[in-house]
């Protein structure tokens, strides 16, 4: 709690004091009024020797004046008493007289308690609303809800961030400015306001961004986009302009936006949406924050996004974010460096490899890294092992691709087979042509939500590049299992509905946007999906080509697909028998490793193709 919001809670209590305390003292007044209190009795004696003057009566009181101060009171007061009753009591010397009792603070509470009640109902919850959505009161709506971590509580530095060389080679420049501006000065330079970190989710931006801070030894403000926007129009302009002074009032220091899409979405990219007014307003105070403070101050701005595309130009130009640091997924050495530092609280066996594992895991990001290493450890642990394995990291691997295995799900017998000769068709095709990643493991147990059984390649390398025969074979292999199902039991299932999608994926992309079939051309009918460039509406489609065109993809994506198939069947109906032995052998174990595999298959006849 801050000192502000301190003042406000004081500010309240106050207010409840002062209002019990006027109550205290209009009783006590009350009871020093010139008013004397008198019994029925005392009233009618009083009547009888002619003191009082005059007499008011209402349902329950009789109230007057005397014809003379009594006791310096002037004026009287007693509780009505039914008259038979009063004649009852004085024909047998009773003592009797009214009680008058103040109904005041009874009266006012009445309904000062409800309403004091309402308030503190609607007072707490508006506060938790006010908090849950990032504020921290009523008086701190408009400010800013970063972080402030210094250099001592980021804990992270660039030895804690691996598989990004390139990405922490153009962020030394801004730490060297931080720590010695007037080198740069020197010759005229000046450091470039912001630096936009872009690249896939899990790849390490924001560890990054803490890296820098972490080295630099500043101030490190650090805020989502999404934490600007509220429900009060102009908070979040509000919060732009608080984060700011924080900055350069604690200067040297480094802004970190992350999630910058979120905030910095382009104006007016869905015109059918209706309108964003905060969140405009909010980007439009971030773009004038940034053009009104200079570099020399050592404020630096960082921000992080997966999704560049959608980012508003103004945000892109020369001034604000100078530069784009690509953080890309890792390739091989970098995933080996990315192991080495999450293994390093991890007991490890003497036989692991991490360039094996590293081998294992093409396209992984850091964050799927980090992932499998928790993943192996827990699996070495649910077997209480002392170390762990290789064993452990192939079913982590397993489980994160293929999903978590579903023993319970029961097959028939039909449907073993089915699935069994469907995983060798693609097992076998994946051997028998060039150019296609290594089989690691075959089986027919089910995983994840809808998979019966999987194929498991994984690549002996990185590829940036592939050629059309590679994506045919490629497409052959996804059809393998398919091909395998209709030559043994001459019919298809619903088995194949995610190889037939992926393998038309493959065939259109060829034609469309590869220009790799000759009828068509060396042309580009289809650009990469951006959807939020240009404008355009979400879900709106813009086609460049005729329907004729159109008509002839579609007839090369099938005559691919065709083509693709009846390649598949062909080499499964000459390795038939290879087909049915490893069939037979895996629907006793239920699995094939990689070495098994090679056994069964050392008789396989391959296609004669021109390796590429």
Same mark, same amino acid.
């Given at each position: 709690?801050?000192?502000?919001?301190?003042?406000?809670?004081?500010?309240?209590?106050?207010?409840?004091?002062?209002?019990?305390?006027?109550?205290?003292?209009?009783?006590?007044?009350?009871?020093?009024?010139?008013?004397?209190?008198?019994?029925?009795? *005392?009233?009618?004696?009083?009547?009888?020797?002619?003191?009082?003057?005059?007499?008011?009566?209402?349902?329950?009181?009789?109230?007057?004046?005397?014809?003379?101060?009594?006791?310096?009171?002037?004026? @009287?007061?007693?509780?009505?008493?039914?008259?038979?009753?009063?004649?009852?009591?004085?024909?047998?010397?009773?003592?009797?007289?009214?009680?008058?009792?103040?109904?005041?603070?009874?009266?006012?509470?009445?309904?000062?308690?409800?309403?004091?009640?309402? @308030?503190?109902?609607? @007072?707490?919850?508006?506060?938790?609303?006010?908090?849950?959505?990032?504020?921290?009161?009523?008086?701190?709506?408009?400010?800013?809800?970063?972080?402030?971590?210094?250099?001592?509580?980021?804990?992270?530095?660039?030895?804690?961030?691996?598989?990004?060389?390139?990405?922490?080679?153009?962020?030394?420049?801004?730490?060297?400015?931080?720590?010695?501006?007037?080198?740069?000065?020197?010759?005229?330079?000046?450091?470039? $306001?912001?630096?936009?970190?872009?690249?896939?989710?899990?790849?390490?931006?924001?560890?990054?961004?803490?890296?820098?801070?972490?080295?630099?030894?500043?101030?490190?403000?650090?805020?989502?986009?999404?934490?600007?926007?509220?429900?009060?129009?102009?908070?979040?302009?509000?919060?732009?302009?608080?984060?700011?002074?924080?900055?350069?009032?604690?200067?040297?220091?480094?802004?970190?936006?992350?999630?910058?899409?979120?905030?910095?979405?382009?104006?007016?990219?869905?015109?059918?949406?209706?309108?964003?007014?905060?969140?405009? *307003?909010?980007?439009? *105070?971030?773009?004038?924050?940034?053009?009104?403070?200079?570099?020399?101050?050592?404020?630096?701005?960082?921000?992080?996004?997966?999704?560049?595309?959608?980012?508003?130009?103004?945000?892109?130009?020369?001034?604000?974010?100078?530069?784009?640091?690509?953080?890309?997924?890792?390739?091989?050495?970098?995933?080996?460096?990315?192991?080495?530092?999450?293994?390093?609280?991890?007991?490890?066996?003497?036989?692991?490899?991490?360039?094996?594992?590293?081998?294992?895991?093409?396209?992984?990001?850091?964050?799927?890294?980090?992932?499998?290493?928790?993943?192996?450890?827990?699996?070495?642990?649910?077997?209480?092992?002392?170390?762990?394995?290789?064993?452990? @990291?192939?079913?982590?691997?397993?489980?994160?691709?293929?999903?978590?295995? $579903?023993?319970?799900?029961?097959?028939?017998?039909?449907?073993?087979?089915?699935?069994?000769?469907?995983?060798?068709?693609?097992?076998?095709?994946?051997?028998?042509?060039?150019?296609?990643?290594?089989?690691?493991?075959?089986?027919?147990?089910?995983?994840?939500?809808?998979?019966?059984?999987?194929?498991?390649?994984?690549?002996?390398?990185?590829?940036?590049?592939?050629?059309?025969?590679?994506?045919?074979?490629?497409?052959?292999?996804?059809?393998?299992?398919?091909?395998?199902?209709?030559?043994?039991?001459?019919?298809?299932?619903?088995?194949?509905?995610?190889?037939?999608?992926?393998?038309?994926?493959?065939?259109?992309?060829?034609?469309?946007?590869?220009?790799?079939?000759?009828?068509?051309?060396?042309?580009?009918?289809?650009?990469?999906?951006?959807?939020?460039?240009?404008?355009?509406?979400?879900?709106?489609?813009?086609?460049?080509?005729?329907?004729?065109?159109?008509?002839?993809?579609?007839?090369?994506?099938?005559?691919?697909?065709?083509?693709?198939?009846?390649?598949?069947?062909?080499?499964?109906?000459?390795?038939?028998?290879?087909?049915?032995?490893?069939?037979?052998?895996?629907?006793?174990?239920?699995?094939?490793?990689?070495?098994?595999?090679?056994?069964?298959?050392?008789?396989?006849?391959?296609?004669?193709?021109?390796?590429?």
């Amino acid at each position: 709690m801050n000192s502000m919001e301190e003042k406000t809670h004081l500010h309240f209590w106050y207010f409840i004091a002062a209002f019990f305390f006027i109550l205290a003292l209009q009783e006590f007044m009350s009871s020093q009024q010139r008013v004397d209190s008198i019994s029925y009795s *005392q009233f009618e004696q009083s009547m009888a020797e002619g003191k009082i003057d005059k007499v008011y009566i209402d349902q329950r009181y009789i109230y007057g004046d005397y014809v003379r101060p009594f006791d310096g009171k002037a004026e @009287f007061i007693t509780p009505r008493i039914d008259p038979a009753l009063s004649e009852t009591l004085s024909k047998y010397n009773v003592d009797y007289k009214g009680v008058v009792r103040s109904e005041f603070i009874q009266n006012i509470l009445s309904w000062t308690v409800p309403i004091l009640f309402f @308030f503190l109902i609607w @007072f707490y919850g508006f506060r938790k609303m006010i908090e849950k959505s990032g504020g921290g009161g009523f008086l701190t709506v408009g400010q800013s809800k970063a972080k402030i971590y210094m250099h001592t509580e980021t804990g992270v530095t660039f030895d804690d961030v691996a598989g990004v060389d390139e990405a922490k080679e153009e962020l030394r420049e801004i730490i060297e400015f931080l720590k010695n501006p007037k080198e740069y000065e020197r010759l005229g330079a000046h450091n470039p $306001k912001g630096t936009l970190l872009v690249g896939p989710p899990g790849t390490g931006k924001t560890l990054l961004a803490k890296a820098v801070a972490g080295e630099a030894e500043v101030p490190f403000f650090s805020i989502s986009g999404s934490e600007f926007i509220e429900m009060f129009v102009g908070v979040g302009a509000a919060r732009v302009r608080d984060l700011f002074e924080q900055a350069r009032a604690q200067a040297p220091a480094i802004i970190f936006i992350d999630e910058l899409d979120a905030l910095g979405r382009a104006r007016g990219a869905f015109p059918m949406s209706g309108g964003h007014d905060e969140r405009e *307003q909010t980007l439009n *105070q971030l773009l004038a924050e940034m053009d009104g403070f200079d570099t020399s101050q050592g404020v630096v701005i960082l921000a992080a996004t997966n999704r560049p595309e959608i980012l508003d130009p103004a945000l892109l130009r020369a001034g604000r974010f100078d530069r784009q640091v690509l953080v890309d997924r890792p390739d091989q050495k970098g995933r080996v460096q990315i192991l080495k530092v999450h293994v390093k609280k991890v007991i490890l066996a003497p036989e692991i490899n991490l360039e094996e594992v590293a081998g294992m895991t093409t396209g992984f990001s850091g964050a799927d890294l980090a992932n499998l290493v928790n993943e192996a450890a827990i699996q070495a642990t649910r077997r209480k092992a002392e170390a762990v394995t290789m064993s452990d @990291f192939t079913m982590a691997i397993e489980r994160i691709v293929a999903g978590l295995e $579903k023993r319970s799900r029961i097959l028939t017998p039909f449907e073993r087979r089915v699935v069994a000769y469907h995983e060798m068709g693609h097992a076998l095709m994946a051997m028998a042509l060039p150019g296609t990643d290594v089989v690691h493991k075959v089986s027919i147990v089910p995983r994840g939500i809808g998979s019966l059984g999987y194929t498991i390649q994984r690549p002996t390398e990185d590829r940036y590049l592939m050629t059309r025969e590679e994506l045919e074979n490629k497409i052959t292999v996804l059809l393998g299992g398919r091909a395998a199902e209709m030559l043994i039991f001459d019919h298809t299932s619903t088995g194949a509905s995610d190889d037939l999608a992926k393998a038309t994926d493959i065939a259109h992309d060829m034609v469309a946007r590869y220009g790799m079939d000759e009828n068509l051309g060396s042309v580009v009918y289809e650009d990469a999906q951006t959807p939020f460039l240009g404008n355009v509406p979400f879900g709106a489609v813009t086609r460049k080509y005729s329907e004729a065109t159109a008509q002839k993809i579609d007839e090369t994506v099938r005559s691919i697909i065709k083509n693709s198939f009846d390649r598949a069947t062909q080499i499964l109906n000459e390795n038939k028998d290879i087909l049915e032995k490893c069939a037979t052998e895996i629907l006793k174990t239920e699995t094939l490793e990689q070495n098994r595999l090679k056994e069964l298959t050392a008789p396989m006849r391959k296609p004669h193709l021109k390796v590429v």
